[in-house]
C-alpha cells in the first residue's frame, strides 16, 4: 500500500513556464514534507520542506503548497529553467523536524524542461 | 564540512557472494538512513540507525541484510548470500534530526 504517490511518472514543461508537481498522500500521522530532486547517478538533493502547521512555504523559484484536508501536496517552480530537468520525489515523515524518522517516498516525477 | 559519503560507488558481486556497502554521515549527524531504489521504483526505506543502535528496521528483508552503526567508522549495509533481485541502488542519509541529506548511493550490480 503506497502511503505517498506521485501519480505523474513524467512531466514536460516549457523554459520559463510553472512546474507543478503533485503529491497525495493517505497517512493522516505524516506531519513533514519534503521534496528532493535527483540527476540520474546522483543521490537525492533535499529541496524544499514543509511541516503540517504550514500552508506554504517559499524558496526563490520554489514554492510548496500543503493542503491537509486533501492530504495533497505540490511543488511549483517558476520560471522553470532547463536544469530543473530531473526526477523529483516527494516524502513524508511522521516527525516534525524535532525528531528523526525513516522518510516515505513516492516514486518519482521525472520533469523534462523544454528550450 | 564534506557531505555524505559512500563507498564504493559501484559494486558488481556474483549470485552466492557478500556485498559491503559503506556510509559516512555528516559531520555531527548522528542518525543514519538506509534506502534502496530499485528500477523503475521510488526510494524504500530500509533501515534506520544512530550510534550503536538499529532505531527502525521495519523496512529491511528478514534475511541475509543487516545493518550496523558503531560507535567509531561508518555505518554498514551488509547482504549475504546476495541474488540477482538484489541488484539496485542503495542510497545512505545522515541528519542531525529533520531533513535528511543523501550520499551519491552505491550501485550494487550482481551477476
Known amino acids: 500500500d503506497q502511503q505517498v504517490k506521485q501519480n505523474s511518472p513524467s512531466l514536460s514543461v516549457q523554459e520559463g513556464r510553472i512546474s507543478i508537481l503533485n503529491c497525495d498522500y493517505t497517512?493522516?500521522?505524516?506531519?513533514?514534507f519534503l521534496w528532493y530532486k535527483k540527476y540520474p547517478a546522483e543521490g537525492p538533493t533535499f529541496l524544499i520542506s514543509?511541516?503540517?502547521?504550514?500552508d506554504k512555504n517559499e524558496d526563490g523559484r520554489f514554492t510548496v503548497f500543503l493542503n491537509k484536508s486533501a492530504k495533497h501536496l505540490s511543488l511549483h517552480i517558476v520560471p522553470s529553467q532547463p536544469g530543473d530537468s530531473a526526477v523529483y520525489f516527494c516524502?513524508?515523515?511522521?516527525?516534525?523536524?524535532?525528531?528523526?524518522?525513516?522518510?516515505?517516498f513516492g516514486k518519482g516525477t521525472h520533469l523534462i524542461i523544454q528550450p | 564540512n564534506a557531505g555524505v559519503m559512500q563507498n564504493p560507488r559501484h559494486l558488481v558481486r556474483r549470485r552466492g557472494q557478500e556485498a559491503r556497502l559503506r556510509c559516512s554521515p555528516m559531520?555531527?549527524?548522528?542518525?543514519v538512513y538506509w534506502y534502496r531504489q530499485l528500477p523503475e521504483e521510488g526510494l524504500k526505506f530500509m533501515v534506520y540507525?544512530?550510534?550503536?543502535?538499529?532505531?527502525?528496521e521495519s523496512g529491511m528483508p528478514k534475511e541475509r541484510f543487516s545493518a550496523e552503526f558503531p560507535k567509531e567508522g561508518p555505518s554498514i549495509l551488509r547482504i549475504q548470500q546476495v541474488v540477482r533481485g538484489d541488484s539496485a541502488a542503495y542510497f545512505c542519509?545522515?541528519?542531525?534530526?529533520?531533513?535528511?541529506?543523501f550520499g551519491q548511493g552505491t550501485r550494487l550490480t550482481v551477476v
Open positions: 542519509a545522515s541528519s542531525p534530526g529533520g531533513s535528511a541529506f
Open positions: 497517512n493522516s500521522m505524516f506531519d513533514y
Open positions: 514543509i511541516s503540517s502547521i504550514k
Open positions: 516524502a513524508a515523515s511522521s516527525h516534525s523536524g524535532g525528531g528523526a524518522d525513516g522518510l516515505t
Open positions: 559531520k555531527g549527524h548522528s542518525h
Open positions: 540507525l544512530q550510534k550503536e543502535n538499529i532505531i527502525d
